[in-house]
């Protein structure tokens, strides 16, 4: 178990089951199941059920070492400004204790430290969390069955993975269950525009660009996946009443971006 300092001074227990990120044992783990893996992503249909907790667990551990190279030429940076407004959005107080889910390499993490919060990174993915960058505590778990106590956090970020969970009802359960009343949740994933140029022009880019530069870079059968993968997304409207189900209030959905991408912001009851 560790512990970590709020805001006001006290010492909450929020982790109960940490995996340390670091030594030979772990390291030899990720290789082997790397050598395990083949593309088990690479489908024409889109995974279903344990299929695809296995798939994407399996296609971030394969991309993890070239991730960040590849967000930031595919996005022409925008990802930054995208992670950056869902941060602001948050609007908690200073050393505010923000969890961020599926957190890949830690930019998330890092943004969050800059602007003055503590955050907890948590990831399915070893080979993500082997490349994070963010210095933040790291734990391996499954996302939809949080290692935390009840209320225990003031806030959560979740950058562009709804669409990789088996259950997003239960990840939103999840995120009432660890957030303190009053606290935040922002949660960005790619989107779909409603404007018909727009739509079409990031159709083309995001179905047929994306797949090269990741194929040139890193590994095609992924970018292949990725676009692809928001048709798991549900709609804005059903995401936002889902949200308010699980006991969420003032929830907002904004598109940026012209709708290349979208953030989901709420307040815990």
Known sequence: M?????????????IFQVCPISGDCHESAYGR??????????????????????AVRSMFDAIAPRYDL????????????????????????????????ASGTGDMCIDLRKAGYQPLSMDLSLGMLIADRSNAPRTQ????QL??????????????ALRNLLD????????????????????????IPTNPFIKWGNSIYFGKVVPRIGGLL???????????????????????????KNGFTSVEHRQLSGGLTQLLLATKA
């Open 33 to 54: 199941s790397l050598n395990a893996v083949n593309n088990a992503w690479d489908s024409v249909d889109l995974p279903q059920g344990q299929a695809k907790v296995h």
């Open 141 to 144: 778990t499954d996302i939809l």
């Open 218 to 244: 890193s590994n095609r059968a992924a970018y292949n996946y990725l676009p692809k993968s928001v048709a798991y997304l549900p709609s804005p409207l059903v995401m936002v009443e889902m949200l308010k």
């Open 70 to 101: 590849v967000n930031r030429i595919m996005t022409f940076r925008l990802d930054v400004r995208w992670r950056r407004k869902a941060i602001r959005s948050l609007g908690l107080p200073a050393n505010s204790i923000i969890l961020d889910l």
């Open 168 to 191: 997003l009802n239960t990840f939103f359960g999840e995120l009432s269950r660890v957030t303190k009343s009053g606290g935040r949740i922002a949660l960005l994933d790619v989107g």
């Open 2 to 14: 560790r512990t970590f300092s709020t805001s006001g001074g006290k010492e909450k227990s929020i």
């Open 147 to 160: 290692p935390c106590a009840n209320n225990s956090v003031d806030g959560v970020t979740c950058g562009f």
